[in-house]
Nanobody, 123 residues
Framework: QVQLVESGGGLVQAGGSLRLSCAAS????????MGWFRQAPGKEREFVSAIRWSIGTKYYTDSVKGRFTISRDNAKNTVYLQMNSLKPEDTAVYYC????????????????WGQGTQVSVSS
């Protein structure tokens, strides 16, 4: 089992920044893919970003490219999502996810999920 705990959400004005954290525990995640997803009210959950822990390959959905950066801290077993130039349309609950043997990080059905953290961007 892998436990994931997100933190770092909050309320920010448009143009501002937030950094989300996802701390993993329970298993060594060196071979995992860690992903970030978000779900806005009344909308389906969507892929935001992912990283292959072992080799550091990063993935982003088009709407966040150039604004969001995913990174990892091996010592802390933590993945981060630095979000800059935030827009009101970024408002959502952000979830961290993890799994092994992921071919397509954006479309994979992840096994492990965190509880989510709310990000609200005011205009």
């Amino acid at each position: 089992q892998v436990q994931l705990v997100e933190s770092g959400g909050g309320l920010v004005q448009a143009g501002g920044s937030l950094r989300l954290s996802c701390a993993a525990s329970g298993r060594t995640i060196s071979n995992y893919v860690m992903g970030w997803f978000r779900q806005a009210p009344g909308k389906e959950r969507e892929f935001v970003s992912a990283i292959r822990w072992s080799i550091g390959t990063k993935y982003y959905t088009d709407s966040v490219k150039g604004r969001f950066t995913i990174s990892r801290d091996n010592a802390k077993n933590t993945v981060y999502l630095q979000m800059n130039s935030l827009k009101p349309e970024d408002t959502a609950v952000y979830y961290c996810a993890a799994d092994l043997r992921v071919v397509d990080p954006a479309r994979h059905g992840y096994t492990y999920w965190g509880q989510g953290t709310q990000v609200s961007v005011s205009s």
